[in-house]
């Protein structure tokens, strides 16, 4: 199973970049060339164990021929270890900047539903994991090409000094990876917990920081910082199981290099005395096994290593399996406004007490201007989410144009559907790019038209002009008359106003409802408010919402209230 998600990573990964590929090639054939270099030296080194043991003639001019040769194979091996480990770091770095644009727009196209304060920290941390999962699957593949080599020459020697010892090893072998591959296993499942949980402490801290000003002046800090404590603990108990894993794997892997040297010396010493080999067989053969286990080592850490992010890599591979670069394209034009339909729709909140939005069933026609009023808490908000797509139905069918969402399922209406919300969100930047955000390539006389639509140039804002955090150089009013230029900029076909000029003066609230209502049949409308004033009586179509009913109020109806509340007022 493991086997196929790290084919679903690397394949692609390798497909999409032509540098990583042949950087993993450029890593691989630098590995083959330092194996033989250690080969080499390797079988020098018993050349002079023969040397100084023997009594042959000129023994000492050949002695430090071979020392002056070996030392040149050593600084050769040195060179080419700095630049397997530079390659291997430049590998690294291109898969970093490969995948991350992929898990970078994984992240980035998640739902509205999906995306909140909570969660960002979370998501940050996920991010960088996963990204960090396929470097090493990467790297690892490109590394593995120097340990094979010196596995091959190894048995080769090994079997010159002695066939038990190949014999031996193939059957320690099978044993030694099983118990490596459970406590790898295992290792990766609790460095994995261990993350989620650094994630989510972070994500609890940052929450915290951003609800300091309500937590202050309620003096409720003591009780936060309690549960970041618990937090804290919980993750330092994962880690603390994680890393017992961890010392277990790398008390296993001292320990069998040892017996594993032990073992070459106390069979290749039998085969000296039986067989009558020279004690330079033995040397070499040894230490070609301690170069082998050298490498082993490091292909022990990389299986564990990738063994802990496995179940990152499976989170990921779903991701790197589809279109790598995706085609954006720039709409060339507004789409006509789609009809909205429900039928029968409820929707409840897991654990709350009743339905948000009961049995509502209305039909709204392309290009009309539809008001919806009713107490706090009644269910506009939760009737705006469903008409974006953000919460599915529990219960009936919503159609918008020829988009069916069912119950239990999200789909994103955006751009077709864009609501603006008197909750505004700035990025910190000029108000021109905060406008822009949703179409980029939009003229600077089509922003300005838009500009002066909403009135913000006579509140005194430049719109090269910074906003600050989250647009904190602003007012209130004018954070919303940005919002609501960055919605019509890009032309929606149905406008969604929830409490829109809550912060507006009512003078300025009506001459922007003026140039909204101006617009008719161009797009569907629906202001969402619980002060609608003036504009009752301009919209097609009145809904109030209470306690989760939707009902219609007929426009003669609205009028026989609204002359009934005049009576009343003049007696």
Request: hydrophobic residues 45%; positive net charge; glycine residues 8%.
């Amino acid at each position: 199973m493991d086997l196929r998600v790290y084919a679903k990573v690397a394949l692609p990964i390798f497909r999409a970049s032509r540098k990583v590929r042949q950087l993993a090639l450029r890593t691989s054939i630098i590995g083959v060339i330092n194996a033989g270099l250690q080969v080499g030296s390797a079988i020098l080194l018993g050349d002079i164990f023969n040397v100084i043991v023997g009594d042959e003639a000129g023994g000492f001019s050949t002695f430090w021929t071979y020392i002056m040769i070996a030392a040149l194979l050593w600084a050769a091996s040195s060179l080419f270890s700095n630049i397997e480990i530079r390659s291997g770091g430049a590998l690294r770095e291109h898969c970093n900047f490969t995948i991350g644009h992929v898990i970078g727009s994984s992240v980035f196209s998640l739902t509205a539903s999906e995306t909140n304060e909570m969660t960002s920290a979370i998501q940050l941390n996920r991010m960088n994991e996963d990204t960090q999962a396929c470097s090493e699957l990467v790297a690892f593949i490109g590394v593995v090409a120097k340990p094979i080599t010196l596995a091959v020459a190894a048995v080769i020697f090994a079997t010159l000094l002695n066939p038990v010892i190949p014999v031996l090893v193939i059957a320690l072998v099978p044993a030694y990876a099983f118990v490596m591959a459970r406590l790898a296993a295992r290792s990766g499942l609790l460095f994995f917990d261990a993350s989620e949980r650094t994630g989510e402490t972070s994500a609890f801290l940052h929450e915290t920081l951003m609800g300091l000003s309500v937590l202050i002046p309620y003096n409720a800090t003591g009780r936060r910082k309690a549960l970041y404590s618990l937090r804290l603990k919980q993750r330092m108990r994962s880690m603390l199981a994680a890393q017992k894993n961890s010392a277990a794997i790398q008390t296993l892997s001292a320990s069998s290099q040892g017996l594993l040297a032990l073992l070459v010396l106390i069979v290749g010493g039998i085969s000296i005395q039986t067989q009558n080999l020279d004690i330079g067989t033995l040397v070499t053969a040894n230490a070609m096994v301690l170069y082998l286990w050298g490498s082993a080592q490091s292909l022990v850490q990389g299986v564990t290593s990738i063994a802990k992010l496995t179940p990152n890599l499976n989170r990921v591979s779903g991701a790197l399996t589809g279109e790598l670069h995706r085609s954006r394209h720039r709409p060339s034009a507004m789409r006509a406004a789609p009809g909205i339909r429900f039928r029968n729709v409820s929707f409840h909140y897991p654990g709350a007490d009743r339905p948000a939005i009961v049995g509502a069933s209305f039909t709204i026609q392309p290009g009309e201007r539809v008001l919806v009023t009713g107490p706090n808490g009644a269910g506009k908000t939760t009737l705006i989410r469903l008409l974006t797509g953000m919460l599915p139905p529990t219960k009936g069918t919503i159609e918008v144009g020829n988009t069916h969402i069912l119950p239990g399922e999200t789909k994103s209406l955006f751009p077709l559907v864009l609501p603006v919300s008197q909750d505004v969100f700035l990025f910190e930047t000029s108000v021109l790019e905060n406008i822009a955000v949703g179409r980029p390539w939009a003229t600077d006389s089509e922003i300005d038209t838009i500009i002066d639509m909403v009135k913000l140039r006579q509140t005194g804002v430049d719109k090269n002009a910074e906003v600050g955090e989250r647009g904190a150089r602003l007012s209130g009013g004018q954070r919303q008359r940005i919002s609501l230029a960055r919605a019509l900029i890009c032309n929606p076909p149905v406008l969604l106003l929830d409490e829109p000029t809550a912060a507006v003066d009512g003078e300025s609230c009506v001459a922007l409802y003026d140039e909204l209502f101006r617009q008719k049949g161009k797009r569907t409308l629906i202001i969402v408010s619980h002060n609608p004033g003036a504009i009752e009586t301009r919209v097609d179509r009145h809904f109030r919402i209470d306690r989760g009913k939707i009902t219609e109020i007929s426009f003669y109806n609205h009028v026989r209230e609204s002359l009934s509340a005049s009576e009343a007022n003049s007696t």
